[in-house]
């Protein structure tokens, strides 16, 4: 069971809306589903809800320390309430992933992530699950820092918002921790295949009934038909 649910960004209203906040954006949407409200806990760095879920509660950070120390928060949360690295996600952008598309991980490195390196040092385990919210890339290594701190494109604001909206859908099977379900909501990002046409008719009645008109060699049709 995922028991702390830490969403990444930036603090202040200058940052709301960049790429580096796609953690933030959906951490607010999942305190809206869950019913409660983020509210400042300076003793854990951040700000911090608690959801009730069949009985077990569930906790929600946004951390306040800005992104390269994001780690102070939710492993003050971890040791405070006694949850193990497995039992934590982090939410947050992901350069190698193109806008509209999400994917659920654990453990692993954090690919020059600074929010997930501190958070790898503060929990002093790489052990956590990840769910990557895709940015894309500008395509140039250099220009990175510049693009995490811009706000999106309309069109790729749009793709952002859907893939978030699809992950949520999980949240039920993420809290659980019923991980093979999740990803397979959350990793389904193409629309389902078209059911086949139905066949062309053949026979000479049928290829009357599609034109609205009577098989050839029948009788026309009554006043009361």
């Known amino acids: ?18 790429r580096h906040n796609a953690g933030f954006w959906w951490v607010d949407e999942a305190a809206r589903l869950l019913k409660v409200s983020l509210q400042m806990e300076r003793g854990h760095y951040g700000l911090v809800a608690r959801a ?16 390269n120390l994001s780690g102070k928060s939710v492993a003050s949360l971890a040791r405070f309430f006694k949850i193990t690295p497995e039992e934590v996600l982090v939410v947050h952008d992901e350069l190698d992933l193109p806008p509209g598309e999400a994917k659920l991980k654990k453990g692993g490195g954090h690919a020059g992530h600074n929010g997930l390196r501190d958070i790898h040092g503060q929990l002093g385990s790489a052990d956590y699950w990840r769910l990557r919210v ?34 949520l859908k999980a949240l ?35 290829q009357a009934a599609e034109a609205g008109g009577a098989a050839p060699g029948s009788p026309p049709p009554s006043a009361s038909d």
Not at 52 to 67: I, K, N
Not at 175 to 199: N, Q, V, Y
């Open 134 to 167: 895709g940015i894309g890339h500008p395509g140039n290594k250099n220009e990175v820092a510049n693009w995490v701190l811009k706000k999106p494109s309309p069109d790729d604001r749009i793709a952002i918002a859907q893939a978030l909206d699809r992950s």
């Open 172 to 206: 039920p099977q993420l809290i659980a921790g019923e991980m093979d379900k999740a990803t397979a909501l959350i990793h389904t990002s193409k629309p389902p295949r078209p059911k086949p046409p139905r066949p062309v008719a053949t026979t000479p009645a049928a």
């Open 1 to 18: 069971m995922i028991k702390l649910i830490a969403g990444l960004g930036n603090p202040g209203p200058e940052y709301e809306q960049t």
């Open 52 to 67: 009730s879920v069949a009985g077990q509660s569930v906790w929600l950070v946004e951390p306040q320390t800005f992104m």
